[in-house]
């Protein structure tokens, strides 16, 4: 009867090697694969929060409308304001889902805070009293920078609107720019420009406003 051979300590140890040189790989093949999937679903995440910024822009801007407003203290507000890079409108389409006696117009504005954030204000009403507090929605993180322009009916750019000099009149509060144009600096697409059309011939209802 032959005597049973087994493995030899070398042969067990070269086992063990091949062993833990194939986890080894198959760790670094996995880690690579999850990190890979996590850089993908960054990268989709943000481009998704930077089209639907843009998406809600598009959509404030196209449906804005000649109204102006009267702010807390009073004094007359133009229908479109940009000052020091913040924009403000009034804008049409406000959804009534109650059937609520109410105007269909809503008072936005965008600027950047503190924490490099894009917010979006809503009043919900047009005439503001004091003390009454705008909802606000963050649209997009990382911002750097962010410029706002506005294009005028010559072609002309202005940093500010309305860009008219002394007191205001019924002109100048109801004058709404040619098109609105966003720049910013955003990580980690770097620098993005959009222009949004305004419509030329919206009039504001008169009824509930």
Same mark, same amino acid.
Request: no cysteine.
């Given at each position: 009867?032959?005597?049973?051979?087994?493995?030899?300590?070398?042969?067990?140890?070269?086992?063990?090697?091949? @062993?833990?040189?194939?986890?080894? +790989? %198959?760790?670094?093949?996995?880690?690579?694969?999850?990190?890979?999937?996590?850089?993908?679903?960054?990268?989709?995440?943000?481009?998704?929060?930077?089209?639907?910024? @843009?998406?809600?822009?598009?959509?404030?801007?196209?449906?804005?409308?000649?109204? !102006?407003?009267?702010?807390?203290? +009073?004094? #007359?507000?133009?229908?479109?304001?940009?000052?020091?890079?913040?924009?403000?409108?009034?804008?049409? +389409?406000?959804?009534?889902?109650?059937?609520?006696?109410? %105007?269909?117009?809503?008072?936005?504005?965008? =600027?950047?805070?503190?924490?490099?954030?894009?917010?979006? *204000?809503?009043?919900?009403?047009?005439?503001?009293?004091?003390?009454?507090?705008?909802? =606000?929605?963050?649209?997009?993180?990382?911002?750097?920078?962010?410029?706002?322009?506005?294009?005028?009916?010559?072609?002309?750019?202005?940093?500010?609107?309305? *860009? @008219?000099?002394?007191?205001?009149?019924?002109? *100048?509060?109801?004058?709404?720019?040619?098109?609105?144009?966003?720049?910013?600096?955003?990580? !980690?697409?770097?620098?993005?420009?959009?222009? @949004?059309?305004?419509?030329? #011939?919206?009039? !504001?209802?008169?009824?509930?406003?």
């Amino acid at each position: 009867m032959k005597p049973i051979r087994g493995f030899t300590l070398l042969e067990l140890l070269v086992a063990v090697a091949i @062993f833990a040189l194939l986890g080894v +790989g %198959s760790y670094r093949l996995l880690a690579s694969t999850i990190n890979t999937r996590d850089a993908a679903k960054t990268h989709d995440d943000a481009l998704i929060q930077l089209q639907r910024t @843009f998406i809600v822009m598009n959509r404030d801007v196209a449906q804005a409308v000649a109204r !102006p407003i009267r702010d807390e203290y +009073g004094d #007359s507000v133009a229908a479109v304001v940009l000052k020091n890079n913040v924009l403000e409108l009034t804008r049409a +389409g406000l959804p009534n889902p109650l059937k609520q006696v109410r %105007s269909d117009l809503q008072r936005i504005s965008y =600027q950047i805070n503190t924490k490099n954030e894009l917010v979006r *204000s809503a009043w919900q009403q047009l005439d503001r009293d004091r003390g009454v507090k705008p909802q =606000q929605t963050v649209l997009l993180t990382k911002i750097k920078t962010m410029t706002i322009k506005t294009h005028n009916q010559n072609g002309g750019t202005n940093n500010d609107w309305p *860009s @008219f000099q002394g007191s205001p009149d019924t002109k *100048s509060l109801t004058e709404l720019p040619r098109s609105i144009e966003v720049t910013m600096n955003v990580e !980690p697409w770097g620098e993005v420009t959009r222009v @949004f059309a305004l419509p030329q #011939s919206i009039e !504001p209802k008169s009824a509930t406003q």
